[in-house]
């Protein structure tokens, strides 16, 4: 069967339920608006999301960690045009064409035309991400993604003095 990818609309689960919203790149200014306030603000990660400039996706973003925040500001202060999970990626069906396994990148950065994929699993834990980007990386030859892990993370964080969870 041949590989396709999937628009996604607002779904929240990370490995996969797909919805139906465009996407495409970022071409116009970056958009912005009022957020939201979280049913449960202390599980809300986007409850304590700025006003983003270099934003250009559609909707508000809603991270999964402080990780994937403190990216997103980094991201924003040096004003590097990005979107959040736009696109979700088919990595196997099954014979009825159901999708059985995919894969949804944190971050697009359109003027680079690159994925990024955020993790701050210990390392010993990420085998099955590396496996999903290997899969990724066969399938969408033409897709280029980078998997930034924890280490990495943390790295960043002690360069640009970011504060990052543990």
């Known amino acids: 069967m041949r590989a396709s990818a999937v628009d996604v609309g607002d779904v929240r689960d990370r490995e996969g339920a797909l919805g139906g919203r465009h996407w495409s ?3 116009s200014a970056p958009c912005g608006g009022a957020y939201p306030k ?5 599980l809300d990660v986007a409850s304590e999301t700025p006003d983003f400039q ?7 973003p809603r991270f999964a960690n402080d990780a994937e925040l403190e990216c997103a ?6 004003r590097v ?3 959040y999970e736009p696109r979700t990626f088919v990595l196997e069906e099954a014979e009825d064409g159901t999708v059985v396994e995919a894969f949804r990148p ?14 701050v699993m210990k390392q010993s834990l990420v085998t099955r991400k590396n496996r ?10 033409e897709i280029r ?14 360069r640009y003095q970011l504060e990052l969870a543990s």
Not at 38 to 42: E, G, I, R, S, V
């Open 106 to 119: 944190d971050f697009y950065l359109p003027d680079q035309d690159l994925y990024l994929e955020v993790t």
């Open 73 to 78: 500001k980094l991201l924003d202060y040096y």
């Open 54 to 60: 270099a934003y250009c996706g559609a909707g508000v």
């Open 132 to 141: 999903k980007l290997r899969k990724l990386r066969e399938r969408y030859p």
């Open 81 to 83: 045009p990005w979107e």
């Open 25 to 27: 790149k970022c071409t």
């Open 145 to 158: 993604v980078k998997l930034f892990y924890k280490r990495d993370i943390e790295r960043l964080a002690e």
């Open 38 to 42: 979280p049913l449960l603000p202390f």
